[in-house]
């Protein structure tokens, strides 16, 4: 039925690609931050030194790891959903070059030490415009296609994909308004509170519509073409979606507890960030519930393996996020390691899980050809979940020590631990065990890694699906 | 099988154009409300005897920024009392030790940090206001503070890193425009307090303005 159409492929394995690569660089980057935590001696050189890796790290997993498995899924899954070719193939190649010119800039004058200092906003104003240019190309694209249609229904991840594009737009650029002073410096055109606000507005919803939703538009791809199987119901899919994507916006605000950020606000971010219990709840049980149709394939099948910890990991942390966004509790978590390890819940779990369930139901497609050894993927599986474990539990454990350390009192009222470097030396051994999970959820992603370029060797061989309804009861 | 909603909602969702404007409009109404607010006038309280950085201070400011010491270092101090006692041991900054909207007014960006890996240095005028302290701790922490993680940095103090002046004078017009009153006066004072400085002496400067203004 779809023969007749043309889908552009080669754009999807060039992102595929990036995926890859961005992932091992921004994790290797995690990695050495790590070990700088615990060794300072790892400090080599100015322009590597902890407050200059760290945002590579972090804008390198964000929009260089995670953005390529977007854009490789839109690229992808769009014009097959919508039933017509990419409205440009061109426009998205000057997307690619460009995004990754942005990725390459980002990283080298993040080590010169260029910076706008909001946290995952640092990049200065001139790869900004930059991204404003590829993200236009990519709404452009992506709007066309839509308007070209052949399929009267538009499938909820396409819904998801709307909003992430419009809503980056928005934040990104409210956020990152500033005044140049030279190509390599500007200061915020907001102050103080005002500009707090403003950054954790953007910031917690770079997490919503960068980690989030595009996720969840992949969950609802891949998972029922993965199993053949249709999505658990579409009456979720609604209503999670429009709550999601109204409530998300009015919790920026947990992130200034107890700073003067007016009372109110604090208590709206508050509120808003239990009331995302439902929504964010609602699409981990579509998840499940579709998955559970396939449960028999679980065991064998590595891709539904990383999709289900994915979602474990998803309804964990939009569970303790919820929690951690309570004014008490947030007093103890605030500016701690605990607030390390829900991040990475997040990351490692949920946004990893989905990359690679994409990775593995892409690269056979896409080469036309069996996944190298299904084995290694099983072993990927394995070793990035012990990964995960060490690490994000190492966190918890640091980072509930280090809040209690901080508020610890004697008999006389006086502080217990004054001295900051002995509640730094007792994080210590949860610190080395978090970069050794660190470590081994890295050589995780290398395994994944050399699978794929082997798999590669023998593209046009022809790829056989396997059908996962055969195990299914139904 | 379809319900109403179901019915209203396939009437959105099939339609691309009505699809992109309500979710437009579903995420702008959150930014919306929370956020004009708190440009109307009298949301920040101004404390009086918060001035702007001058100009080495400034500069500090930058290197501050560059060298991304806010990843470990918080600028806010909560109204708890384990907080207050640990950052305002010696009570100079009154019944109310802790942080205030109008400290940072003049804060292109904020920079009260999300981590804290090393101490809040919102009153580090108060807590360590000897120059040469900083200097030594900045050059090597393990040497004043065994057992710090808290990267070394030697060559800020070198003379590859000297300021320049005409950068500094050309960034303190820009945040006139944006609002802090500085006045011709202070811009032309670059010269002669940045005049032969390195970054790390203008970083120095710069923590030890941290919470000066408020001390008591
Ligand atoms: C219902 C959903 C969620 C809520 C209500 C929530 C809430 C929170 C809260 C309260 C904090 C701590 C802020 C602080 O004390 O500084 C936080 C931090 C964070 N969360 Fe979540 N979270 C949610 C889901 C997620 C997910 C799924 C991810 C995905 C990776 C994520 C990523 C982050 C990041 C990156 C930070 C650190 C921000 C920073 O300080 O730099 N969150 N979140
Ligand atoms: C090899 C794997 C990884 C390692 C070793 C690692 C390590 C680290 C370290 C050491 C930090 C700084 C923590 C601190 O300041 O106390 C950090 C921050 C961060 N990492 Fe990772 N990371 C890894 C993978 C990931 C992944 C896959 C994501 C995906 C979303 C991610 C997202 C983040 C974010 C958003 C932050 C900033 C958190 C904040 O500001 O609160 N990391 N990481």
Redesign the interface.
Known sequence: MNDKIEYDNQIVRMFVICILLWGVVAMLMGIIVAF?????SW?FH?WL????L??IHTNGIIFGFTGSAIFATIYYSVPRLLKTPLWSSSMARVHFWLYNLTIVLAALSLMA???????YAELEWPIDILVVVWWLLLAINF?MT??N?TE???YVAV?FF??TI??VA?LYL?NNLA????LT?S?????????????W?YGHNAVA?FLTTPLLAMMYYYLPKHTRLPIFS??IS?VHF?SL??????A??H??L?????NW?QT?GML?SLMLIAPSWGGMLNGFLTLTQAKEKIKTDATLKFILVSLTFYGMSTLEGPIMAIREVN?LS???DW??AHVHAGGLGWVHGICAAAVYYLVPRLWNTNLHSEKLAETHFWVSTVGILLYVVSMWVSGVAEGLM????DASG??QY?S???I??ELFPYRLVRALGGVLFLSGFVIMVVNIIKTTKTAGSGFNPVDLREGSKA | MSSW??KL?HKV??N?FK??VW??I??????L???P???LQG??QKIDSVKPYNALELAGR?VY????????H?Q?V???K??T??WDPTRQYGDTPY???G?????????????????DLAHEAALRGSAAWQVSHLKN??ET?????????P?LFETDNMLDTE?IK??MS??R???VPYTDQDIQNADSLAKNKTKGDALVSYLLKLGKDTMQ
Not at chain 1, 113 to 119: A, H, I, L, P, V
Not at chain 1, 245 to 250: A, G, H, R, S
Not at chain 2, 65 to 70: L, R, Y
Request: net charge positive.
């Open positions: 700088q935590m615990i060794f300072p400090n100015p030194s902890f407050g200059r760290r945002p030490g260029y910076t706008q200092s909001k946290e709007f839509m308007k249609r009267k229904h538009i819904w709307v909003a419009i809503t928005v409210v005044i140049p002073v030279g410096k200061y915020s055109i907001y102050s103080g509170v005002v500009d707090a606000n403003i950054h507005w519509f579409h009456r609604i429009w994507i109204f409530i998300y916006i009015w920026g605000p992130h200034l107890y700073s003067p950020t007016p606000l709206v808003f007093s605030h500016f701690t607030t390390i901080w508020r610890a009192v006086s502080l004054p900051w470097v002995e730094v030396n | 909603y179901e909602s969702e099939d691309a699809l992109s979710s437009a579903a995420v702008l109404v959150g930014g409300v929370t956020l607010p708190l440009f949301t920040v930058d920024q560059e060298e991304g010491c806010f990843y470990c918080s806010m909560r109204p708890f384990w907080e006692d640990r942080s205030k909207a400290e940072s007014v003049y804060d292109h960006p904020f920079l009260w940090g999300s981590k804290r890996i090393g101490p922490p393990r503070s065994p057992g710090s993680i808290m990267p070394a940095y060559h950068v050309a960034r820009a945040l425009i944006l609002g």
